[in-house]
């Protein structure tokens, strides 16, 4: 039986894409990630003995610990997470039961580098509609919790992510863009290796919407009208990413968990005798 502190993998799967998923924080041992690298979605990287400064930055926001197991590194972890004011608890049975029951995770490779305060930096350009805010919430969601997206004039795009060693995102000419028929967020879910049907769900919604092409799914329309209505409630490009963060939390939840379900309005008509 878990500890009072443990999680376990299905539940915290669960819980992963979410507003309220805690920070990941992957306190393996250097050998045992040279010998898988890979990370659960939105992990970090910790020494799980100087784990003072990295709560300073949580500021109480709860937190998993993972390691290798689910032993002293990751039960470690989190009781000192505790002692320093932040809620925390640990993966039980750790990276290894995560990784036997095939879910996903993340290549870190691929994501760019990261800056003094442990967060990934991405550009693109302003005045979003659809990709360009359906990618910062997947990153948000899967890849980074803590990821800054700036917005800037189009031609400085490239010239900005140089700048900040960042990632330049759904602009021409960049790695992560269009690719054939597919959008920036079908790249990203297909580089990142997030096979949750969730996600291709979603994403062929993101398409539909994003290329003109709202055949592909019913819902395509939907989004494009909230979309475009979004972007003339907003003149500011952040402001207008944290109300669309929501607008992409309610069709990930629908795509995962509401897809059958249906709607009609009561009549409240006495039955005929």
Known sequence: MPAPNAISF??????????????????RSDED???DPRLLPGAIRSDDRALTELAAQLAGQPSIAVCQAGHRRSQGAAAWLRAEGCPAEYLDGGFEAWRAAGLPLIDPAKLPRRDAQGRTVWVTRSRPKID?????????????????????????VVGVAERYEAAAFDIEGVF?????????????LAEFGLTIQALDRLATIVRGADTARLDLAPEAAGLLAASLGLSRMYSDDLEQLDAGMLLYDAFYRWARDATDETHNWPTNKPKAD
């Open 10 to 27: 299905d539940k915290l799967s669960r819980i992963i894409g979410t507003p309220r998923s805690p920070l990941l924080i992957d306190v």
């Open 33 to 35: 990630f040279a010998a």
């Open 132 to 156: 360009r805010i359906a990618c910062p919430w997947l990153i948000r969601r899967f890849l980074d919790p803590r990821a800054v997206i700036l917005f800037v004039a189009p031609a400085e």
């Open 176 to 188: 992560w863009s269009h690719r054939d028929e597919l959008c920036t967020f079908d790249v990203m």
